[in-house]
């Protein structure tokens, strides 16, 4: 199946600081992605859909300054968290649909961040 | 609005044992299931799908799906559970044309040896 990268697979930073997560599509293309944060046990709760060449689509509650989406190319999407505290720490998980409207989605390995 | 339960919290299996993971759905429209297996501080990986077709779905990992739509119903199995099987395991429903997936609350698997 495809692959889906997330970079970095963990970080720790002090609150107040910015955060730069990475999601790439390695062996295709995706207009589109998802970025999920999932507490410990729990569900994944989608935050927001990215959109390449437009702004993401963000579910009712995620604060779009909060987190920063962009979706720079076909294989690339960033997820920002701007200003973190210790309340933003969590498993934050990004997807690509496969090509066509059957497909499953693919998952990237996640992120852990940790406000110190 | 599409959603999926999953009604336990955890599933505790002996080794060798059947193991069976249940999940009912509520869409309008024709459902699009999937089950994704975590492990932990992973992401989730694909086990199997229903689009259309046969009822029961067999996918990765010697995991099988029943579908059944009288039931609104989706639940996982696998014949002979092993140790490593051992994971959290979410059921997600997509309806067509639209990429997004509602997930379940998850299930924790733990298999006994």
């Known amino acids: 199946g495809a692959v889906v990268s997330q970079h970095p697979s963990w970080v720790i930073c002090k609150s107040g600081t910015s955060v730069k997560i990475e999601c790439r599509s390695l062996?295709?293309?995706?207009?589109?992605m998802f970025w999920y944060r999932q507490f410990p046990k729990q569900s994944l709760m989608l935050m927001a859909t990215s959109n390449e060449g437009s702004k993401a689509t963000y579910e009712q509650g995620v604060e779009k300054d909060k987190f920063l989406i962009n979706h720079a190319s076909l294989t690339l999407s960033t997820l920002t968290v701007t200003s973190a505290h210790p309340e933003d720490s969590s498993f934050y998980i990004c997807?690509?649909?496969?090509?066509?409207?059957?497909?499953?989605?693919?998952f990237g390995p996640g992120t852990r961040l940790t406000v110190l | 609005a599409q959603s999926v339960a999953q009604p336990e919290d955890q599933v505790n299996v002996a080794e060798g044992n059947p193991l069976t993971v249940k999940c009912t759905y509520s869409?309008?429209?024709?459902?699009?299931l999937f089950w994704y297996v975590q492990y932990p501080n992973r992401g989730l990986q694909f086990l199997l799908k229903y689009i259309t077709g046969d009822n029961l779905v067999k996918g990765s990992y010697g995991f099988e799906a029943e579908f059944n739509k009288s039931q609104t119903s989706f639940h996982l199995k696998k014949p002979s559970a092993l140790v490593s099987d051992s994971a959290l395991y979410f059921c997600a429903v997509r309806l067509y044309g639209n990429n997004r997936l509602a997930f379940g609350k998850g299930n924790q698997v733990v298999v006994i040896p």
């Open positions: 869409v309008s429209g024709n459902p699009y």
């Open positions: 997807s690509a649909p496969g090509q066509g409207a059957w497909n499953e989605q693919f």
């Open positions: 062996d295709f293309q995706a207009t589109t």
